[in-house]
């Protein structure tokens, strides 16, 4: 038949696409079925013509504000108008590509390879944009503007041990107070998730294959919120505050170097709020973890795509023929209520390091040059925050 033999004049991209796109991809399209991806027709309408195919500014309409008069005869009824907001948007483009020799096809009797590539392909870009979305969040929630900040102080909560049962909800109406319900998706390292497991918190989702086999997934369900696993997520190794019959417990010093004791300039990252003095401060060491909580609507996402998504180029003369398949894509994530404002970006596209640096990101605003003159909406509005815990 033709259109089936791996090589780069039978090849057919728009079958190999068909075949990437049917393979299923369960962190994504449980993140499309929660709607915490939310498509964006003015992010599509903009990246669509010529003024705008890296980056560009989409206006946010401004909701009425103002207090109402006393309506009693004598009062004049005052007028205000509503403001437009600027959102900065970028596309993250990403290529990669995959060589394999003709004579593994020989040495192998013939496998299906065309098969086996479609299934790797999906997988591997499904993490490529889960790296992606990690690193956005990470910017997010590392903004330098004023504004930023408040934004980040209000959408932290920072657990004093390991994950409860009434942690999520006291992370979601911090962030959020009476929108708190928008919230719907949850992003944790293993360890938390399993003790939430452990205290039979979690409620694992379970998936039946085209062979009708059923088998549990790594997604869960945390009050009625659902729940991706991933290791993916933040950990860092640090120092809790602790008390001196605490199990593993050091005690603050100056010099430290005895047992027991460590000094106070080495306790970095320190995961406290109190301020560390020698000889009565003691610390604990550990690890802290960060969970994302999403709200339906949270991420704007437009597949911009590229000119050529896969191709393939033959080579028959290296290692006695071979064939490489080139694979590239272009999207946008865009977190609601947050612009991509890019101070720091070398070329057309950002690297993960550039989307994770905070300065790259503010809260959308009205757009004046001084920084106390804007206006910015609300922050509840945003449906993002973060969970920091021990476990």
């Known amino acids: 038949m033709p259109n089936e033999k791996f090589d780069a004049k039978s090849f057919n991209p728009q079958a190999f696409k068909y075949k990437a796109d049917r393979i299923p991809r369960v962190r994504l399209n449980e ?16 990246f669509s013509t010529q003024d705008g195919t890296a980056y560009a500014r989409i206006a946010m309409r401004g909701l009425l504000d103002g207090d109402a008069v006393n309506y009693d005869g ?25 060589t394999e020799k003709d004579f593994s096809y020989d040495i192998t009797g013939g496998i ?3 098969d086996n590539v ?29 504004q930023g900040k408040i934004f980040v102080a209000k959408h932290t909560y920072e657990a004093t041990g390991n994950l409860e049962p009434n942690t999520l909800n006291s992370a979601t109406v911090k962030a959020c107070g009476d929108r708190k319900k928008k919230f719907s998706m949850v992003f944790m390292h293993s360890v938390p998730a399993t003790n939430l497991e452990n205290l039979n918190l979690l409620t694992a989702l379970k998936f039946t294959d ?22 993916g997520m933040p950990a860092v190794d640090g120092y809790f505050p602790a008390s001196a019959g605490d199990p593993g417990a050091l005690k603050v010093t100056t010099e430290g170097g005895q047992d027991g004791e460590i000094k106070k300039e080495d306790v970095k990252p320190y995961f406290g709020t109190d301020e560390l003095t020698e000889d009565t401060s003691y610390v604990v060491p550990g690890t802290q973890y960060t969970s994302y909580v999403l709200g339906d609507g949270a991420i704007s996402f437009e597949n911009i795509g590229a000119k050529v998504p896969y191709e393939m180029a033959r080579d028959p003369k290296t290692n006695g023929g071979q064939d490489t ?31 994770a640096d905070g300065q790259n990101w503010d809260i959308v605003h009205s757009g004046e040059a001084e920084e106390d003159s ?18």
Do not use: H
């Open 325 to 355: 398949l080139y694979t590239r894509q272009r999207k946008v994530f865009s977190p609601f209520g947050i612009s991509y404002e890019k101070k720091s970006q070398a070329s057309l596209s950002p690297t993960d390091a550039e989307l």
């Open 112 to 114: 299906d390879f065309m």
């Open 210 to 231: 085209k062979d009708g086999i059923t088998r549990d997934l790594t997604l869960y369900t945390w009050n009625g919120k659902l729940v991706v696993v991933d290791d």
């Open 31 to 46: 993140m499309r079925k929660s709607r915490v991806l939310a498509g964006n027709p003015d992010i599509r309408a903009v």
């Open 374 to 391: 804007r206006s910015y909406i609300a922050d509840k509005a945003i449906p993002i925050c973060r969970i920091m815990s021990r476990g």
């Open 74 to 98: 004598k009062t004049d009824i005052t007028a205000t108008s509503t403001k437009t907001f600027e959102q900065g948007v970028v596309v993250v483009g990403r290529a990669k590509a995959w």
């Open 118 to 146: 479609a299934q790797q392909v999906a997988a591997y870009w499904e993490d490529v944009d889960q790296d992606t979305l990690l690193a956005v969040l990470q910017g997010v929630f590392a903004m330098t503007s004023k």
